[in-house]
């Protein structure tokens, strides 16, 4: 196995140069730098990753820590953070399923000393105090917390604004009773959403309490079993609003099951604007927001934290939550007329409004 000191020997250089080309040193010449990484890759030395963490106080490495990592949502959040971290020379360490403070605090006990800083989506209220525990040691970045955390930076979508859009335009469609299919409780988007789904009931001078909400779980499954009972309920909703894309896509084929048109007989809207919305039949009209641009901000975020140390303050950004309307609301996207599934599963076509 070859060491740090064979690579020297090889390519003529010091065993200090050596260390700092691998630490990213910007003092080493780029000539050098290539000759010795080349140097590196013909004997298969791979540097000691433990002492180099020691010697430098860092371990290039982040922390991400997500409630879930199935389905679309996460995977593009991951895929963003994972994509800057590298740009910055930086490698993640994944953890997942951690519904309460205490699996947090157990994971965050785990990476303390092989990671930088941490980036975490907190499940609930009560793991503030956990992420305070945890920011004691690294730097902390939230993603779409509930409430702000001294000392940790955080970005959050606007879920509540995008929801209220996303049912006012129901409404604006002359839909009068409006199903809703809410994510987990507790959890911070799904409340968010509701809140944003009762708000734009209000606006139009319909009751919220007398609205039916059916408790989802973000997965496809709950949504198809949403939209049996939905299918049940007298009177039957004209209009149903998923809390993701993933009950979205659960409640359409529940409908489909049952010989239901959309959005003829009920007009669906989802939340997420996932890649497959366009090209679910009807295409999904849903509310785009930026998932893998939520994981880059985090990592941007992360690295002024740790450029400024115990000087950093605390920051919350934005993202946007833009409602994408295609044909599964019933809105005249072309103008001229609405649309419905097609016979046989053939296809969107538009039906001329007379």
């Not at 929801?163 to 911070?188: E, F, S």
């Not at 299918?231 to 084929?253: E, I, K, Y």
Request: charged share 20%.
């Amino acid at each position: 196995m070859a060491t740090i000191r064979d690579v020297a020997r090889v390519a003529g250089v010091s065993i200090a140069t050596v260390s700092r080309v691998f630490n990213n040193h910007t003092l080493v010449n780029p000539d050098t730098a290539s000759r010795v990484l080349e140097v590196a890759s013909q004997l298969e030395y791979w540097p000691n990753g433990a002492a180099q963490s020691l010697t430098t106080r860092r371990t290039h490495t982040l922390g991400v820590m997500l409630p879930e990592l199935f389905g679309e949502f996460y995977s593009e959040v991951i895929r963003g953070i994972d994509r800057q971290s590298r740009s910055h020379d930086y490698q993640i360490l994944l953890s997942s399923s951690h519904s309460n403070g205490e699996e947090v605090l157990i994971a965050g006990r785990a990476m303390l000393g092989r990671i930088d800083g941490l980036i975490m989506m907190a499940p609930d209220e009560a793991s503030i105090e956990t992420v305070e525990r945890v920011r004691r040691r690294v730097p902390v970045v939230l993603l779409n917390p509930r409430v702000e955390v001294e000392g940790c930076c955080s970005v959050a979508f606007e879920n509540f604004s995008g929801a209220r859009a996303a049912v006012a335009h129901l409404v604006g469609l002359g839909h009068r009773d409006i199903a809703m299919i809410a994510g987990p409780q507790g959890n911070v988007d799904a409340e968010e959403r509701t809140r944003g789904f009762r708000k734009a009931l209000a606006d139009a001078d319909l009751d919220p309490d007398a609205a039916l909400v059916i408790q989802g779980d973000f997965r496809e499954s709950t949504g198809y079993e949403a939209g049996v009972a939905i299918l049940s309920h007298r009177p039957r909703p004209t209009a149903v609003f998923a809390a993701n894309d993933g009950m979205a896509v659960g409640l359409l084929a529940a409908l489909r099951a049952a010989g239901r048109r959309v959005p003829r007989d009920i007009a669906v809207v989802g939340f997420d604007d996932i890649a497959m919305a366009g090209y679910l039949n009807p295409p999904l009209t849903t509310v785009h927001v930026d998932a893998c641009g939520l994981g880059q901000r985090a990592v941007d975020l992360m690295m002024g934290a740790m450029e400024a140390g115990s000087a950093g303050g605390s920051l919350r950004q934005l993202l946007p939550a833009v409602l994408t309307v295609r044909q599964s609301c019933g809105a005249d996207v072309a103008g001229t007329g609405i649309f419905e599934e097609a016979a046989g599963g053939a296809g969107p076509v538009r039906r001329v409004r007379k």
